[in-house]
Structure formats: C-alpha cells, structure tokens
C-alpha cells in the first residue's frame, strides 16, 4: 500500500521563491520519490491570483505525487492537518522602512500564523521560516503557539550554509561535495558568521587549502553579503537558490543528514552560551526527525566575539518585539 499524503503549506504561494520550490516538492525532491503530497497554498488577497496561476501550472505538470492543491487567503485553512509548513511570505523592507518596522510588519504576519499552527497544524508539524528577518519572525510563531513543541521552529539559513560551502569550493577549485564542516553561527543578517574553523576540503582542513586571512576576511564579508550581491547582479532577490536550500532543509529534517553536519536556525537550548529561546543559525545534524546541535566544537576568540555580535542583534530584534511574543 502506498504512503498517506503529508500536507505541505507554502505561505508566499504567489511569489517567486514559491514559484521556484512548489514544483521540486511536489516532484518528491523534498520527502523523497514515494511520498505523495497535498499542498496548500496560502496568500495574501494581493497575492492570490498568482497563487492560482501556480495552482494551475501544478496541475499541467501531471506530478505522480501531487494528491492536491488547495489556494486560500484562509489562515486556519492554510494550516489545517499541515505537516510541514514552509513560511515565505513576509512584508519585504521597503524604502526609508526602518528595521523596528519591518519586525513589527512582520510580528503582525507571523503572531497569527503561530496562532493558527499552534490550533490547526497537525500534531508532527515542522516549521520553517524563511520570510525575513527569518530567526526574529520564526522566534515570534514559536512564542505563539505554545502548544507545539519549540524544536518544531525553525528559520533558514541553509542558504548561507551553501553558500558558504559553495563559494569555499569555487575559491580552491575544488568540487563542493569534498567540502564538509561548514558551520553558520548567528543570524540570518550580515551579522552572520560563516566559519570554517572545522571544515575541511577533501578531507584537508580548509584552514591549510585557503588563506587563514582571507577565509576571517573577504569570505565571511562575501558569503554574509551574498543577498545583496546577487541583487545586484541578478536585479532580483535569490529565489531558485533559497527555494533549493528550503527544500534541503526540510529534507534533512525528515530523512536524516548522516554524519554530515549542516546549518540550521533554532531555538537555542543555552548551546554555545547563546541566550534559552533566541532562534539562532548552529551546526547540527538529524536523526529521527530531529535536530540535534553539534555541541562542544572548539571556538577562538576571533569566532566567540562574531558569533556574540549576531547574538547582540538578535537580541535587539527580540527585544524590539517583546509584545509579539506571546
Ligand atoms: P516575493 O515578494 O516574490 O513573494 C512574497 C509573497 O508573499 C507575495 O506573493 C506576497 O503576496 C506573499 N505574502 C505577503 N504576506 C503574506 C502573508 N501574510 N501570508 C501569505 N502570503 C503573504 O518574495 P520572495 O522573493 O519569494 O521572498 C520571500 C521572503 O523570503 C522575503 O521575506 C525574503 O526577504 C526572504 N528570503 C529569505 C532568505 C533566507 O535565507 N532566509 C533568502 C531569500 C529571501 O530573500
């Protein structure tokens, strides 16, 4: 007998990191190629058309897996029996927008999308927030929806992770499956650290393969800022990039990474010093459907001070929200 369905919400369904994710997970390449899936699809009535022109090019690409899709404004419907819920959108930073703003915008988003996870979402939901600022937004669902357990909320920064390891490999010319070891500390801001202080490139550490200056300097400043650089080059926001991290990170989720570690924002447990509760980027590997941080790696003062000023901002964000959280 085949699999029962698992429900997949999608919020920013209209928009263009949907547009480049919805057709990969109803392909299988999120839950794996015998899991079937329903999708939900939830907008904003803005954004509901487009939502609907998605729906309709699902349903030309005849997925084997796709068992239904379901477009709605609705945010009880959106998450009704969800498994897994993939939060995208979100209230982008617009111009002379300061950031306490675009956090209360967002707190105004993602306050009632906890809410309705919290009564509506099935018992084994997973969370993953992607919408910006993606760790304060994820922290504000979590704090509203105090019946689901907190290790359920997450926010990407699997798309620095691969970038991380990406722009290692094209820097030594190496392919990127040699890299392993990348570790993205803090939050999904510039403030971030990508640290490659245990990674290694073909089993070499990269400390060896690259220059020590470069890898404190020109690459932690290029993969924090790789958003804006693709901006800039692209003329748009990433969209396949992060549609395919999201989708890595749901998978390793659900399926397990093995012994490879990879970079995910949760609520820290006091790991690393980092305050209980504040949605932090650690390294962490699954099993089981579940995260666990790689815990007791060795830190420099040079890496404790960069991941202590992304934890000051993410802190200032939390605090800058204290009446969102529930
Ligand atoms: P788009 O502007 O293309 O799409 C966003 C969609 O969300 C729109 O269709 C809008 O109608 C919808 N929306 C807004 N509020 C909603 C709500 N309350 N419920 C349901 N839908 C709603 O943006 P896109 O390029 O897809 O980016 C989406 C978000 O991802 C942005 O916040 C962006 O900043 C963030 N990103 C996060 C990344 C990360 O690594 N964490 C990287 C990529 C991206 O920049």
């Known amino acids: 007998m085949g699999k029962n369905p698992v ?10 990191i949907a547009y480049a994710a919805l057709f ?5 390449d999120m839950l794996g190629p015998d899991q079937p899936v329903a999708l939900k699809l939830l907008e904003i009535p803005e954004g509901v058309r487009a939502a609907e022109g998605v729906a309709l090019e699902l349903t030309d690409s005849a997925f084997p897996l796709l068992q239904n899709v379901e477009v709605t404004t609705d945010i009880a419907a ?34 009632p999308q906890g809410r309705a996870i919290n009564d509506y979402a099935a018992s084994d939901v997973r969370v993953l927030v992607v919408g910006n600022p993606a760790n304060t937004n994820a922290l504000i669902a979590q704090r509203n929806a105090p019946d689901v357990p907190a290790e359920r909320f997450t926010a990407l920064t699997r798309l620095d992770h691969n970038r991380a390891a990406g722009i290692l490999a094209e820097h030594v010319g190496a392919p990127v499956a040699d890299v ?5 500390w803090g939050n999904h801001s510039p403030t971030q650290y990508p640290d490659l202080t245990h990674a290694t490139v073909g089993g070499r550490p ?13 690459y932690v400043e290029r993969v924090a800022k790789r958003g804006a650089e693709i901006i800039e080059v692209r003329g748009s926001s990433s969209a396949a990039s992060a549609a395919g991290a999201s989708i890595d990170h749901i998978r390793d989720w659900v399926l397990g990474t093995g012994e490879r570690w990879t970079s995910v924002a949760l609520p820290s447990e006091g790991w690393y010093g980092v305050p209980e509760g504040l949605v932090c980027s650690f390294p962490a590997r699954s099993s089981g459907g579940r995260w666990s941080v790689v815990e007791d790696l060795s830190m420099d003062e040079f890496s404790a001070g960069k991941l202590a000023a992304s934890v000051a ?8 929200v204290e009446e969102l959280l529930g």
């Open 7 to 16: 429900t997949v919400t999608v919020t920013g369904a209209g928009g263009q």
């Open 24 to 28: 990969r997970i109803a392909a299988g």
């Open 78 to 111: 959106g998450f009704d029996g969800t498994n897994v819920a993939l939060l995208v959108g979100a209230r982008p930073r617009t111009k002379g927008m300061e950031r306490g703003d675009l956090l209360e915008a967002n707190g105004g988003i993602f306050a």
């Open 180 to 184: 392993e070891g990348v570790s993205v």
């Open 206 to 218: 990269a400390y060896e393969v690259a220059d020590p200056e470069w890898i404190r300097g020109p």
């Open 313 to 320: 901002e993410l802190e200032a964000e939390r605090d800058a």
